[in-house]
């Protein structure tokens, strides 16, 4: 059983409260800082940026970047300068968006569910080359690359973590065609739906069940996160350990607590108290 780690969401916000709220964590003891992204905010690739230059040991990703948002060419390139920048920090944390969270406002991105799943699909293929730094010619159905037209030369560098990034990818269980796609990665941002397609909170059990369809079938043999967010606030110290010991019995190997809407003051003050102890 793997020693659970602790990350933070952090609020949406600038990229100066980010670097700060990232150091602090830093210093109070957490593992790692995710930022999330809409179809119109901050970039949290900026924000990441600017907290790796006030970070050392703390990991810091994304929950998630919306994949049909970006190109992934464009993707690869921001990624790997903020995985060089932290000196292999990086996590990269993927969905095919929320269409509620703005999409209105913007009517020429793809919003059919399908579509954006198939968009997803082809930038973890995608990425997952453009990190090799080879020739490579790629047919998918939104996508088509020449990489063997080009001189190797004008290819930006590798990445510092290899064979690529963490991809992390949110996993819906039991959506098989959404948890087949989580075998093409290193993590898994576990969610759950029912058979009328509506949300569920997920529980160890489902866990356990989504964990062992992973190692069933996942031939990667790159280390695999389960990961697992919610909030931890208010609750006693004993039911804080119940509960997250129940998460690390089941293999979840990171414990993400929401501060998304969070004010800069309130982060600030839960970050200083530091991560859970267990045991």
């Not at 990086?90 to 509620?100: E, N, P, Q, R």
Request: glycine content about 8%; overall charge neutral; charged content about 20%.
């Amino acid at each position: 059983m793997s020693a659970l780690k602790f990350g933070l969401a952090l609020p949406y916000g600038g990229a100066r409260m980010v670097a700060q709220l990232a150091q602090l964590a830093e210093q109070a003891g957490w593992d790692g800082c995710f930022l999330g992204d809409a179809i119109w905010c901050e970039d949290p690739m900026i924000a990441l940026a600017a907290a790796a230059m006030t970070t050392r040991r703390i990991r810091l990703g994304t929950m998630v970047i919306p994949a049909p948002l970006r190109r992934p060419w464009k993707l690869a390139s921001e990624s790997l300068a903020l995985d060089r920048l932290s000196d292999g920090r990086l996590i990269l944390g993927l969905g095919t968006g929320a269409v509620w969270m703005g999409w209105q406002g913007f009517p020429d991105e793809v919003t059919d569910t399908k579509a954006r799943a198939e968009l997803l699909d082809e930038s973890i293929d995608i990425l997952t080359l453009l990190y090799q730094r080879k020739p490579f010619d790629y047919t998918g159905r939104h996508y088509h690359l020449k990489l063997t037209l080009l001189d190797e030369q004008h290819y930006p560098p590798q990445p510092v973590q290899q064979p690529r990034i963490p991809l992390w990818v949110v996993g819906v269980w039991p959506r098989m065609k959404s948890m087949q796609r989580v075998l093409k990665c290193d993590g898994l941002l576990a969610e759950k739906m029912n058979p009328d397609g509506k949300a569920e909170e997920v529980t160890p059990a489902d866990i356990r069940a989504m964990k062992a369809y992973v190692d069933a079938n996942r031939t990667l043999t790159t280390p695999f996160d389960i990961v697992v967010g919610g909030t931890t606030a208010g609750l006693a110290h004993a039911q804080i350990q119940e509960k997250l010991l129940a998460w690390q019995e089941v293999g979840v190997t990171w414990w993400v607590e929401g501060l998304w809407s969070e004010s800069e003051q309130e982060a600030t003050a839960r970050i200083r108290r530091g991560p859970p102890q267990l045991g």
